[in-house]
């Protein structure tokens, strides 16, 4: 009932933008929301997330290029992307904790199925 669409990945040359969105579709009382991604051999990492008051986080690796929003009327989240280099390659997840779940005392949260960027040099 509650799944994650993410889109707007693709191919770009390196030094230009990508927006990517993401909507939580079925999900209530959403609290943080954020944008993870994995490299081929690689273990996922988060590169940004913003909580339920607007505060934000950043990998250090996106900070003055990437930038993270959400619109709670529309249960969406976005992640503008500006400057992409080659080593941005990876396929982007969607996250977002909310309902009433909970998994070892801990909010439960939900995936997206991921979208590919692919940044060329």
């Known amino acids: 009932q509650v799944h994650l669409v993410e889109s707007g990945g693709g191919l770009v040359q390196a030094g230009g933008s990508l927006r990517l969105s993401c909507v939580a579709a079925?999900?209530?009382?959403?609290?943080?929301m954020g944008w993870y991604r994995q490299a081929p051999g690689k273990q996922r990492e988060l590169v940004a997330d913003?909580?339920?008051?607007?505060?934000?986080n950043y990998a250090d690796s996106a900070k003055g290029r990437f930038t993270i929003s959400r619109d709670n009327a529309k249960k969406m989240v976005y992640l503008q992307m500006n400057s992409l280099k080659p080593e941005d390659t990876a396929v982007y997840f969607c996250?977002?904790?909310?309902?009433?779940?909970?998994?070892?005392?801990?909010?439960?949260?939900?995936w997206g199925q991921g979208t590919q960027v692919t940044v060329s040099s």
């Open positions: 996250n977002a904790g909310g309902g009433d779940r909970t998994v070892a005392g801990r909010q439960y949260s939900y």
């Open positions: 079925g999900l209530f009382n959403i609290r943080t």
């Open positions: 913003v909580n339920s008051g607007g505060a934000t």
